[in-house]
Each structure stands twice: as structure tokens, then as C-alpha cells.
């Protein structure tokens, strides 16, 4: 089922409306667009109006589009803080999963909106998406269970003689080490050089690779470099 | 069930009119983190109550007989055996802590003058023996009174040693230890109704034991994919059912539930029977998977239902009607618009427990705000009281609270807002025959009771 609807059923609104209080996003009725609040939450009357308006105005994609795309950044969040020292509970890692599963995939089903407020989650981004969720469950299981030795990572036949296999284990290594704890992923995300993506901002964002691998020199292949030069460099 | 006072009463279809009784812990406002309650449990008579801890401690509370010198009192609850049952442990293998905290506490049917409990960590499982002892023997032979050894030699007549009365003392001992069973960890345990087997579940197996033997476990459910990446789905909750023993449950976090017939197979991956509410498309979101999850389940006494909890309601199934639930309770659906917040402060993860009263006619589960829920399922009432110390005089009647959804607040409402949703009650156990409750209340403990007990 498409998560991008022109009007949205009414459970969304409300939480589309809980969510924009507290990130200080205000959506505007006749301009029918969002506006950054500068972080300010509004004040309770002001949300209290706004329920009174109800049904006179719709969410409009962008809006959907960056509540998705902070859901997908409060969820990255949420792994990268639930590695401690104690075993990670493998429930609340699963939910979380799928969770970002259906996001990637609105985020994929959606059109890029003109302005992009936040041009982060296009299609070329999928696979470093992808490979991050994917991370998440077979780093668990290597160091939750002894008697399983560690799964290979997938990967299409045809590229695979490509590639240089270092990237990759130690990408996943990172993304489950407490390095990252101190750079942050956003800090990981905003680096991200977009002007090749601004560019096609108007049309339906192109296929994501099927492998979960880069070929050295592509955006993908830059984007891994500049993440070993921030957990190496720090 | 006892009857309203006054006008005629409908079998089990009163109202109750619940009364604070007691309340045990701190009071201080820091909450010491090993203080939290994870665990409260009556055993088969309610004489006992049994709570578990985040420091590993167990705290068993035993009920006084009834003064008959005071009708109106009725048994209160008081400290009968603490003791320490796990400790925090260190995977050296894995670097991993093992959390000391008590996830599960589970009381074996009495058969002797002994009492016996099993109680779970997420690792290992322990069976423990409390005993009381209120005699000891004196006029040993051999040492003094005080235990020294006696020279023999200074032995020079033999008498018999005479049991005599002492002061009460409680012990509590291991009696087995199961470990090593399980690589994920352990969220339910259940006794069998054989008495003699119980079933231990974690994330993705179901290992069943024998109550004598530690050194073996039949694995009877394991739903861990080849590939880890393909894992979509955890088990949240296990219980044998209450009187067939080939017979069991497990629940998920897709909001599923597998009732399982152990004598089908040995291995209980294709269930019997599979129990799944249709998601109603119109309330779809990103959060309805996690709302799905369920975080317990119950079989009524009768062995005809069970309960399970998900985050925002609890639903009543009949063991015959697998393609939807026979009732469905709305705990706090005011939540809904919330949930956004609630997965980023983490609350959305929240396992809350239910449980039934002993007649099956009602049923009780924790909210936020200390606030709890009681549903009578007779009558289809419902109540939210709250356990707070303000409410705490001797046999004050609690008053019924209400959460405000919009709109304008009355007086005594509370909007939703304001709750505080750091006071949890994921913890409640109903008396098996009485209308006693226990709420855990964090590092506190409440024990109310219906006035016309």
C-alpha cells in the first residue's frame, strides 16, 4: 500500500501533526506548505487551533516526505545508541528493521518534490541505506550467537569479482562499532556531496544498484571512502 | 466473586470498589535503578507474593491470617523471604554483561510444606526451595551448643538430641540450576500441568525441561532463519496451556499467536492453530507493526481463552476462533496520535503485562502515569485507577481517573500531555481467588482490595 497519499487517512494526519509540534516544522494552510519554525515548538493553543481546522486542509508530499526521512534518522539513530555493552534486545532491533524497511520503501515510492527540502534519501542513497540495514541484523547475529560462524554478505554473481571485498566488512564494523557514536550520523549524512543528485531533481530518481556492492570510484565507492577517513581521521 | 453490598448481584457481574491496602519501597523520589520491580507473582493459594527485581533480588511476601479479633482486617502482606537469586555476569566470550535484572517468576504447585519458584535472568533459569524452619535440635554429642567439636574422650554419657522451637527462619536455596540453554534471552517461562515439565521461551526458541534434570532441554520451537538478514519476526511470549500439558503458546512481534499440540511432533514448528487479527487498513501507519508486537499472553483459568497484550490494547481470543479476537479493550487509545514521540523516547517498546482474575471475569493490565486499567468483561465496564501514594490511606476507596483526549479538560481529568510517561505499570498480578491485586508501581509495590471482600 502506497504510504503517499494527496489526503492521508486521519491516523497519519495525527501523527504527521504530533510529530510537526515537536520538530518545530508548521505547516502552513494557504500556502499549503512546510515552513522550518527554527526548532521553536509552538505553543499548545496554537495546536489546539489547528485540530479546530481539521479537514479543511491537506498534507502535501513534502511534508510526508521529510517525516519520513526524520523517522529514517530517529531510527538509524536508535541502533547505533542500542549497541552497549549488554546484548542488544533482538526484538526491539527487528521492529526497528522493518520499521526502516517500509521507510526506505515509501521514500523509494515517493517523487522527489520540487524544491527537495532535504535532498538526502534519493534513489543513489538506497544503497548505502540498504547496506545499513542489512548491517544491522548480521552484526547481531555474529556477536549474539557463538555457534554460527559469521554469514556472507550477499552479493550478485556478476559484480562480485569487481569489487575489492575490504570496503565492506569493514563499513558494517563501523556502522556496529562505538566510533560512530561520537561523529554522529548526521554529521555522516549532511557530508554527502548532492550537487549530482540536484540535478535531477524533477525526474523519478534512478534505479538504486542491485548489488550490495560499489564499483571503486562510483558515488557509492566516495561516499564508504569519506566514512573510513572520519572513523580513521578522528 | 463476592457480591455488591445491597440490591441483588449478578454472578460475577458486580462492580468492584477497589481500596488502597498497602504499598512496599522507598519512598525516596530517586529511584535506585536496582530497586525497579521487573516481576510480581501470586502463588496457586495468593498466600504468597513473589516480586522480582532489576538487581536480581527476589522478595517474597507472605499474607497473616485474619485477625479474628478484627473482622474487618483483612491479611496483609508482609516480607517473608528476600533473597538474591541472580547476579550481574560477564560473556567473555562475547563481551556481553548478562543482566542480573529478574525477567520472569513462576510458582510450582505446592506439594509439601515447601514452597518452590522458578525464576529467570536473560540466560539462566533457577529453581528455588523456601522453606521454613522453626526448630532446631540442641544436646548434640559431638559439639557444644555453640558448634565447637567436643573431645571424645570428654564424652562421657550419650543422650538424645531434643527438637526444640526457634524463631521462625525463612531459607531460601537453589535447588537447580538451568543454564546455558539459551543464546538469546529468555522473556517467559511456564509450568507445565504435569507439574513435573516447564517450557522456557526466548527470542527465536522454545526449550522445554524437565524439572530434575539441568543438563538437557528439548529445543520445541526454533524460528531462526539460515540467514539472519531474513529475520523479520521474534517471540514475545510463551504459556502451556492450564490443563492440557501437550499444549502451548507462543506469541510474536507481528502480533501473532501459535498454539502449538507437542505431541504432533517433536519439533513444534507448524502450529496447530495460528491466531491473527486483519489489519484494519484504515489505521496503517509506520508504528503498526510495532503496536502489533504483543507483549503477553494469558490463558484464562478456564483453559477456553487467552489474552494478549499489544501496546494499545488487549484482546480476548477463544481458543476455537482463530480469524479474530471474541473482545478487544482499549487500553489507552488516545496513544495513537502519539506514537511518533513514543518511538523516539523509546516508550513504543514498552512490554506491559495483563492478567485475569480468578474467575475469568475480568481483566487488568498497566498504563503510563501509573495509571491501570480494569475490565470487566461481563458487564463490559471499564475503570483507570491510579497507584499513587496520595491515595495511599488505610482502605480509602480509589477513585476512577480519566485521561483527557481534547477538546476541553474538565476538572479531575488529566490531558494526555501530562502524562508522565516515565511511571510505568508493565507489572500486575491478580490473587487466584480473592480480589486482591498487585501493581508494580517501579520501585514501589501497591496491593488493593475489593471492599467487599
Known sequence: MSLVEEKLPDPWRLELRSFSFRAGYAFNPSTKEAEDMGGLKRKHSDLEEEEEEDGKWEWNPAGLRSYQQALLRISLDKVQRSLGPRAPSLRRHVLIHNTLQQLQAAIRLAPAPAPPLEPLFLGEEDFSLSATIGSILRELDTSMDETEPPPNPVASPGLQDEVMPQADPVFLEALSSRYLGDSGLDDFFLDIDTSAVEKESTLVPPEPPHSLFCAPGSW?????????EIILGS | MAGAGGGGCLAGGNDFQWCFSQVKGAVDEDVAEADIISAVEFNCSGDLLATGDKGGRVVIFQREQENKGRPHSRGEYNV???????????????SLEIEEKINKIRW????????????????TIKLWKISERDRRAEGYNLKDEDGRLRDPFRVTALRVPILKPMDLMVEASPRRIFANAHTYHVNSISVNSDHETYLSADDLRVNLWHLEITD???????????????????????????????????????????????????????????????????????????????????F??????????????????????????VETHQVHEYLR???????????????????????????????????????????RRDVTLEASRENSKPRASLKPRKVCT?????????????????????????????????????????????KVN
Open chain 2, 406 to 450: 481534547g477538546g476541553k479538560r474538565k476538572k479531575d481529568e488529566i490531558s494526555v500531555d501530562s502524562l508522565d510517561f516515565n511511571k510505568k505499570i508493565l507489572h500486575t498480578a491478580w490473587h487466584p481467588t480473592e480480589n486482591i491485586v498487585a501493581v508494580a508501581a517501579t520501585n514501589n509495590l501497591y496491593i488493593f482490595q475489593d
Open chain 2, 108 to 123: 510450582l504447585p505446592q506439594q509439601n510444606a515447601a514452597h518452590f519458584l522458578l525464576s529467570t535472568n536473560d540466560k
Open chain 2, 80 to 94: 517473608y523471604s528476600t533473597f538474591q537469586s541472580h547476579e550481574p555476569e560477564f560473556d567473555y566470550l562475547k
Open chain 2, 216 to 298: 538437557r532441554s528439548f529445543n520445541i520451537v526454533d524460528i531462526k532463519p539460515a540467514n539472519m538478514e531474513e529475520l523479520t519476526e521474534v517471540i514475545t511470549a510463551a504459556e502451556f496451556h492450564p490443563h492440557q500439558c501437550n499444549v502451548f503458546v507462543y506469541s510474536s512481534s507481528k502480533g501473532t499467536i501459535r498454539l502449538c499440540d507437542m505431541r504432533s511432533s517433536a519439533l513444534c514448528d507448524r502450529h496447530s492453530k495460528f491466531f491473527e487479527e486483519p489489519e484494519d487498513p484504515s489505521s496503517r501507519s509506520f508504528f503498526s507493526e510495532i503496536i502489533s508486537s504483543i507483549s503477553d499472553v494469558k
Open chain 2, 337 to 379: 496520535s502519539k506514537l511518533c514521540s513514543l518511538y523516539e523516547n523509546d516508550c513504543i517498546f514498552d512490554k506491559f503485562e495483563c492478567c485475569w482474575n480468578g474467575s475469568d471475569s475480568a481483566i487488568m493490565t498497566g498504563s503510563y502515569n501509573n495509571f491501570f486499567r480494569m475490565f470487566d468483561r461481563n458487564t
Open chain 1, 220 to 228: 557509492e565507492w566516495n561516499e564508504l571512502d569519506h566514512i573510513m
Open chain 2, 300 to 325: 484464562s483459568h478456564s483453559g477456553r481463552y487467552m489474552m494478549t497484550r499489544d501496546y494499545l490494547s488487549v484482546k480476548v481470543w477463544d481458543l476455537n476462533m482463530e480469524g479474530r479476537p
